[in-house]
């Protein structure tokens, strides 16, 4: 069956100020897959050079291929959005054209929103959730390293970055019944289908009641999305 192309994606970048700095690395995977694929800044330029607009073209034409994209601290949250902001600038910076316009969801926003938890961040998330892949860590003073060309330090950076992909997409997993922003399943399937992950194992409990309408409540018995289905009266 098709489905909708969610991308779980991360970045890397040299300062929290995209005036200041420069994306290092773009991490991401298509949710539902295992690969994990990375694109960093030195592919593209000498390590020194400190350019990331080859970088930037290279991610382009795989963000405007998704329907949703998803990080973590990404979007949409005032005082703390961080990729999809930081990524407008550089693109703007090396004058290229914007980030391709499409539905983003952030994870800290649907823990924030529908959990109650000590920290929002995405290592507590993980950990919460029981979520095998955790954050791994890289020190602060190892991004220096990577500004004096350190080999073994970028490929390190690159690694951490894929490991948060990974810890990312396995939180979004536990949360996408709580997402609002997934394009629905059934605009691929042909047979009614969990709007929010696509399964027919769902289940009738209770009934959703609209200003016009009442319909039986669907609930997903894999992701834990709530829908409505059939109409009742």
Request: glycine share 6%.
């Amino acid at each position: 069956m098709e489905k909708p192309k969610i991308l779980v994606f991360d970045i890397e970048a040299s300062n929290l100020q995209a005036d200041f700095g420069f994306t290092h690395c773009i991490s991401w995977m298509w949710h539902g897959e295992k690969e994990v694929h990375l694109l960093n800044r030195w592919d593209f330029s000498k390590p020194s050079a400190f350019c990331d607009k080859g970088l930037l073209q290279a991610f382009w034409p795989v963000a405007a291929e998704a329907d949703l994209m998803v990080a973590h601290y990404g979007v949409k949250r005032s005082g703390f959005d961080f990729d999809l902001p930081f990524l407008n600038s550089r693109y703007l910076a090396n004058g290229l054209v914007p980030f391709p316009e499409t539905k983003y969801q952030d994870t800290h926003s649907l823990s924030k929103i529908n959990l109650r938890l000590s920290s929002n961040s995405l290592g507590q998330i993980a950990d919460f959730l029981g979520v095998k892949q955790q954050k791994s860590h890289l020190a602060h003073t190892k991004w220096t390293d990577v500004l004096k060309g350190d080999k073994k330090v970028m490929k390190q950076m690159g690694e951490y970055c894929k490991q948060d992909v990974r810890t990312l997409d396995a939180v979004f997993e536990k949360l996408k019944g709580f997402s609002k922003k997934i394009p629905n399943y059934n605009l691929f399937s042909t047979k009614q289908v969990c709007p929010g992950c696509g399964t027919q194992k769902t289940k009738s409990l209770g009934r959703i009641t609209t200003d016009k309408m009442i319909y039986r409540r669907k609930i997903c018995l894999s992701c834990g999305k709530t829908f409505k289905g059939e109409k009742i009266c």
